[in-house]
Nanobody, 134 residues
Framework: QVQLEESGGGSVQAGGSLSLSCVAS????????MGWFRQAPGKEREGAAL?????????GDSATGRFIISQAQDNTKTTLHLEMNNLKPEDTAIYYC??????????????????????????WGKGTLVTISS
């Protein structure tokens, strides 16, 4: 079993920045895809950013040019980061960390998952709330 724990959510004014982190622990694997998905009130979940263990990254349309996904690893855990800049009120949502393990992820898979609702990801965190005020 894999545990994902997000942190870093909060409230900022439009134009500001926030950074999110997600620590993955448990039965992780050396080959993985990890990403951030978000769900605004009354809306479907959508992908924000995704990366894989080969270093490839992909972004959802709303995140491109403003969000940066990165990772850090040590011997015991992988930490996923999301730097969010020039935030807008429409970025208000619960942000979820998600992971998939054990496969080689094709470019098409990555593009499809980050462009969708997260189908294909196996593990999910509980989410962290991001609120952007105008």
């Amino acid at each position: 079993q894999v545990q994902l724990e997000e942190s870093g959510g909060g409230s900022v004014q439009a134009g500001g920045s926030l950074s999110l982190s997600c620590v993955a622990s448990g039965a992780t694997h050396s080959r993985y895809a990890m990403g951030w998905f978000r769900q605004a009130p009354g809306k479907e979940r959508e992908g924000a950013a995704l990366l894989d263990s080969d270093g490839r990254t992909a972004y959802g349309d709303s995140a491109t040019g403003r969000f940066i996904i990165s990772q850090a690893q040590d011997n015991t855990k992988t930490t996923l980061h999301l730097e969010m800049n020039n935030l807008k009120p429409e970025d208000t949502a619960i942000y979820y960390c998600a992971a998939a393990y054990g496969s080689q992820f094709s470019d098409q898979w990555i593009s499809t998952v980050v462009g969708g609702t997260g189908n294909g990801m196996d593990y999910w965190g509980k989410g962290t709330l991001v609120t952007i005020s105008s």
